[in-house]
């Protein structure tokens, strides 16, 4: 018997400061949660009988918990129901449930949808039931589910998510929480364009097979760069934070994951005073992401739609305006 509860929980999208596709291969990255776009899953208890429904509310589409023919986006969804209830110990057979999930967050932009669905879901499922994940579990059972969406990923989008603070990430090591030492606002452009990680990855590691000397090299001075990244973040030193988001910027264009919408959005926002930009996540298209200077904000944003964002997302880092993470519990339910 498993004491069910009306609950509902959310995880925020991430970006990736510096450092991404040099983290693949076992460097460090910086990554942040977006404070203003989350993912959310609200579980309530159906009718005996009823099995579990998920309503993916954003697509218009409603899934069986488990089987029938689902397309990619349901599988997705199974799958996170599945391992979200075999880390918590309960069947779905048992369960009658409706499962309702809503995102603000862009799909396919880079700014890890999926890993923000999949830790809702998780920790929506875990509040219904009286339990709670701690980040460290969360991150690994979203990583199980990253791993359908992207192949081999690094870990960072799910351990952002599940953090849900700046992380210095490096694969194979316990991520590490950093504490800002300034404010920081980030203005998220989005080009409108998918970006497929799995194909940018993809592409990087033809790269690397054909010339490993030069693609390690710049995956090397990547690692360097978030190193000095991170020390300028822990110092509040954005200006010298923001240049080396713009190195990195330069090192991934080199190696072929930046684009025209990319490489314009991050000139136009450094002519609008921005202290740094640079593509952020899988690249070839998605989104961008620059390092706003106190009073310059609205006019980096108004230079990124200019330039052709079709939006613009802020973010803040440390200071005010920064969501903290929820699960809630909304009323009684049922034994199932
Ligand atoms: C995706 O958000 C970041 C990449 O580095 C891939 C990964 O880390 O798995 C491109």
């Not at 989350?38 to 069986?64: M, N």
């Not at 862009?106 to 700014?111: D, S």
């Not at 890890?112 to 701690?134: N, P, Q, T």
């Not at 300028?232 to 090192?251: F, K, R, T, V, W």
Request: aromatic letters at 2%; proline letters at 5%.
């Amino acid at each position: 018997m498993t004491l069910l509860l009306t609950a509902c929980a959310s995880a925020p999208a991430k970006t990736i400061l510096l450092g991404e596709h040099a983290v693949v291969y076992g460097r460090p990255a910086l990554a942040a949660p977006v404070s203003g776009r989350r993912a959310r899953a609200i579980v309530s208890p159906a009718e005996p009988g009823h099995g579990i429904t998920i309503y993916a509310r954003d697509l218009d589409r409603c899934y069986p918990g488990a089987g029938g023919c689902v397309d990619g986006d349901g599988q997705f969804l199974q799958a996170a129901l599945r391992i979200g209830l075999c880390a918590l110990g309960c069947p779905s057979e048992d369960l009658d449930l409706s499962i309702e999930i809503r995102s603000e967050i862009p799909v396919a932009r880079g700014l890890g949808s999926g890993a923000a669905v999949s830790a809702a879901l998780m920790r929506a499922l875990a509040c219904s039931m009286k339990m709670e994940i701690d980040p460290a579990l969360l991150s690994s059972l979203v990583y199980e589910t990253e791993k359908l969406l992207h192949g081999s990923p690094s870990g960072i989008d799910n351990t952002t998510v599940a953090y849900e603070r700046p992380v210095w990430f490096r694969p194979g090591e316990s991520p590490e929480v950093i504490e800002v030492g300034a404010p920081v606002t980030l203005l998220i452009g989005d080009t409108g364009v998918p970006s497929r990680t799995r194909e940018s990855v993809a592409m990087v590691r033809a790269r690397r097979e054909c010339d490993p000397a030069t693609t390690d090299a710049c995956f090397d001075a990547i690692g360097c760069l978030v190193a000095r990244a991170r020390a300028a973040l822990e110092q509040g030193d954005l200006p010298l934070l923001g240049s080396l988001m713009i190195e990195n910027h330069a090192i991934l264009a080199s190696l072929g994951v930046s684009s025209g919408d990319l490489d314009r959005l991050v000139s136009e926002a450094m002519a609008a005073g921005a202290l740094g930009a640079k593509l952020s996540g899988g690249g070839m298209g998605g989104c961008m992401v620059a390092l706003a200077q106190p009073g310059r904000t609205e006019g980096i944003i108004q230079a990124l739609l200019k330039g052709g964002a079709v939006q613009v997302i802020r973010s803040h880092i440390g200071g005010t305006g920064q969501q903290t993470s929820g699960a809630s519990q909304v009323q009684g339910g049922q034994h199932a």
